[in-house]
Structures are given as structure tokens and as C-alpha cells.
């Protein structure tokens, strides 16, 4: 816990919670697999001049609290939309990146009015059958070992070679809040993960979207973000040089100037 941080139950669980800025309009994030709500220091930095923030760690995450799984992403929307309930939180922008943006569609689909915005970074509508292994195997990997193996491999997917080259530091930062994710929590997101399948559903989304992609994602490709830009009218396609998963961590700059963007456009 930081100073700041906030427990807030929902979903049965106790939630790392916090809350930047005092006044303006609220934006929500919602993390990626493996990650905390720090992954956006960078954005918050900037939009909390003017807007409330709200993150908070995911279920099986960071702080908050965890549950056997497997979990399922009305699991883990319904949690998102409980920690809203219990702050008060009305109507906001939503930002998921990954599973985040897995997270977010579900909400935004269960709970239309409550969204003024969406960002959907580096995340999909829909896998194909042949990710069902990976995923099985990342969670028995981590239920049988612990995170120490997928915490060396993974932030090889989640930055360029360019970015480990030059800011070592932060890809131990990440890889250290990798291993230490409560494994029963990661096995049991990415029990959720291969089953996101909201694409038919997409188009009932009217509010303005910002699609955001790092050009080099290997996990969620440039072909899942253009799937979810043609389901989505009101959508924008963000093409990031230079990133690869986490694109706003590798440049937050180009990332926070979209999310700058669609909230100017957004009522
Ligand atoms: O962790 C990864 O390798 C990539 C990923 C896919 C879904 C998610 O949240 O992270």
C-alpha cells in the first residue's frame, strides 16, 4: 500500500483502489495481466490536472485481494463496476489495456450509460481456438512454479528490444511486479483471457472509442485492433511506433496525447 491507496470491497474481495486529482470528470483504468495500477504513473501524471482518476488492481492482482479460479470477465467487470458503485462514480472514461480492455468492453456492454468513453489498448475482441494452450499452460506454469519463469519471459512480449536496450531498470521494475502477482490470481485471469468474445456485441457501443495498438504487440496485433475499429462506428485507430504490449508504458507521451484527445471529445 501507498499513501493514498484505498481498500474498497467489491466482488466479494477487497481492492486496491486510488484516486488522483480533486476536481473535473472521472477516467478509469483497468490494468493488464501481471501488472498494478502503477502501470499508469505516466498518464495519471497528466490527466489528473483537470479530471479525477481512478485505478485500482485487478482481482488476483497488486493489492486487491484474491479467489480460486478460473474467473470469467463478468467476474472481473462486475468488480470494476462495484468499486464505481462503492466511490460514487457516476459516469467516467474507461481505459483497459489488455485484459484491462478485455475488462472494459464487458462493462461498457453490461452498463452503456455509465460510459462517456472507452479506450481499448493493445487488447482483442476475440482469440482464435489455438491460444487455449497458451494460456492453460501460463496458468498450470504458474500454479505448479510460481511466476520466477513467465515473469524472465514475458516482458520480451510486452516492450521492443529497442526499450530493454535502453531502460533496463524499468523492465526489472515490471518483471519484479510480475513474479510477485499471487499466482492463484493470474491463473485464474488467464482462465478468462482466450474466452473474450464480444465482437458481435461491439457494435452496440455509441460513444467515441479510441482503439490504441503498439505497432509491435505480438500478443493483441495490429489485426485484433483494426477488428475492433471496424465493430466499433465511433471508433479512432491509434497505430504506436515504436511499442510493443504495453504501448503506454514504452511511450507514454503518444499514448496520453490519444487519451488527451478523446477526452476533449467526449461530453
Ligand atoms: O501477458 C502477455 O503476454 C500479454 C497479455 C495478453 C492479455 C494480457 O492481459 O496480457
Known amino acids: ?8 470491497e ?4 477487497p481492492h486496491r483502489v486510488r484516486i488522483d486529482g480533486t476536481s473535473g470528470p472521472w477516467v478509469v483504468f483497468s490494468n493488464s495481466l501481471g501488472c498494478t495500477l ?4 505516466e498518464q495519471v501524471a ?3 490536472a483537470g479530471h479525477r482518476v481512478l485505478r485500482y488492481d485487478t482481482r488476483g492482482h497488486g493489492g486487491s485481494g484474491s479467489t480460486s479460479g478460473p474467473y470469467d470477465f463478468e467476474l472481473l467487470a462486475g468488480d470494476l463496476l462495484a468499486i464505481l458503485d462503492a466511490v460514487g462514480v457516476e459516469r467516467c472514461t474507461l481505459v483497459g489495456l489488455s485484459m484491462g480492455g478485455m475488462i472494459a468492453q464487458h462493462a461498457a456492454l453490461a452498463q452503456p450509460e455509465r460510459f462517456t468513453g472507452l479506450a481499448l489498448a493493445d487488447t482483442t475482441s476475440h482469440y482464435g481456438r489455438e491460444v487455449s494452450d497458451f494460456w492453460a499452460g501460463r496458468a498450470a506454469t504458474a ?3 510460481g511466476l520466477d519463469s513467465i515473469a524472465l519471459t514475458t516482458p520480451l512480449r510486452w516492450f521492443t528490444p529497442a526499450l530493454v536496450a535502453r531502460n533496463p531498470e524499468l523492465v526489472r521494475r515490471y518483471q519484479r511486479t510480475l513474479r510477485t502477482t499471487n499466482p492463484e490470481g493470474y491463473a485464474g485471469c ?6 473474450i468474445d464480444t465482437t458481435a456485441r461491439l457494435p452496440a457501443i455509441d460513444v467515441p472509442v479510441a482503439v490504441i495498438v503498439g505497432e509491435h504487440d505480438p500478443s493483441t496485433t495490429i489485426e485484433h485492433a483494426r477488428r475492433l475499429h471496424a465493430a466499433i462506428a465511433g471508433s479512432t485507430l491509434h497505430i504506436i511506433p515504436e511499442a510493443a504490449h504495453l504501448s503506454n508504458v514504452e511511450q507514454p507521451e503518444h499514448f496520453t496525447r490519444i487519451l488527451l484527445d ?4 467526449t461530453p
Open 1 to 8: 500500500m501507498t499513501e493514498g491507496d484505498r481498500m474498497i
Open 10 to 13: 467489491a466482488g466479494g474481495i
Open 38 to 41: 502503477e502501470m499508469w504513473d
Open 46 to 48: 497528466v490527466l489528473s
Open 143 to 145: 500454479l505448479s512454479q
Open 190 to 195: 488467464c482462465a478468462a483471457i482466450p474466452h
Open 262 to 265: 478523446l477526452l476533449r471529445g
